[in-house]
DNA sequence: AGTCTTATGTTGCATATACAACTCTTGTCA
DNA sequence: TGACAAGAGTTGTATATGCAACATAAGACT
């Protein structure tokens, strides 16, 4: 792996630059669905498992709940779901439609990278993900 | 580097997670000298090349140039700094003397980080981030 | 059932971003 | 030097987030 002499950029500022980048590119592939990545993946996991509750896409993806609660409002708004404390969160019509749309623009997204990433790339992102989240587990066994 | 097996998860997904997760550990950190991650890492570069300007920061971060603008203007009224189209952007005392400081507390978080995680996780993103980062530039040679 | 605790969701307020449209410099070239 | 092209910065509008304070709903235990 050669690893390259004591790193010295800052990794949370890499780590944002590269989060910007990315979203940059994947929210010009959702454009022409009319959504945002991060509605995509919402819409995505939310079709996969209907009935969902916010606290738990939230705990998933570690975003605070309130700025779920507003992403999840901002979605039902444009009519793609309805939420429901008891029942959780389940797709409308569109909103069911355009997640199978969100999910085969990802999977050529998706494709792309790796094939443009190639794995080593690939493999060094899940390597420092599994280490950092890892730790983050570590620090806060049971929340 | 034992690759993991074809990666089934989201990339922008993960980068956007990591990028969460990263800023909230470093903006804790920072939140001692009432400033931000984002803040932080302006007042460093800017206390590193006086004079510097928006347009080439938000190249350099690339950060759209009207994201930096309102982050310059929130840090002049705050009076870490002033801006001018000619000459560029310049640290006052108090800018100055918390960028000093934010550095002392990088140079501590940044080790730390770099502990915690290993070489080998950092070196993973560094493999990750210069595949990406060179891609992205091949696309686009003279911006 | 009634109460107490905990989890869930919302709202107010603030920052960090993006895109588009606009203004204002700056520089260049005839 | 005057007109025009390019670059820099701002502003309007919108999304994505976070923290704190609050409201509310769910569960558990008596």
């Not at 940059?24 to 079709?47: D, H, K, P, S």
């Not at 309130?66 to 409002?73: E, F, G, H, W, Y």
């Not at 793609?80 to 997204?109: P, Q, Y």
Request: hydrophobic share 40%; glycine share 6%.
């Amino acid at each position: 792996m050669n690893p390259t002499q004591p790193e010295n950029y800052c990794i949370a500022g890499r780590l944002r630059l590269l989060s910007r980048v990315v979203t940059g590119l994947y929210n010009e592939a959702f454009a022409a669905e009319g959504v945002t990545f991060a509605q995509a993946g919402l819409l995505m996991r939310i079709f996969a498992r209907p009935g969902i509750r916010q606290a738990a896409l939230a705990r998933t993806l570690q975003i605070e709940k309130s700025a779920m609660s507003r992403d999840v409002q901002l979605m039902q708004r444009n009519g793609w779901l309805t939420d429901n404390v008891k029942n959780g969160l389940f797709l409308t019509e569109v909103g069911s439609t355009t997640a199978k749309r969100c999910h085969k623009i990802w999977k050529t997204v998706h494709q792309n990278a790796l094939d443009q990433l190639g794995p080593e790339a690939v493999a060094g992102l899940s390597l420092f993900s599994d280490k950092l989240l890892q730790f983050q587990t570590e620090s806060n066994p049971n929340p």
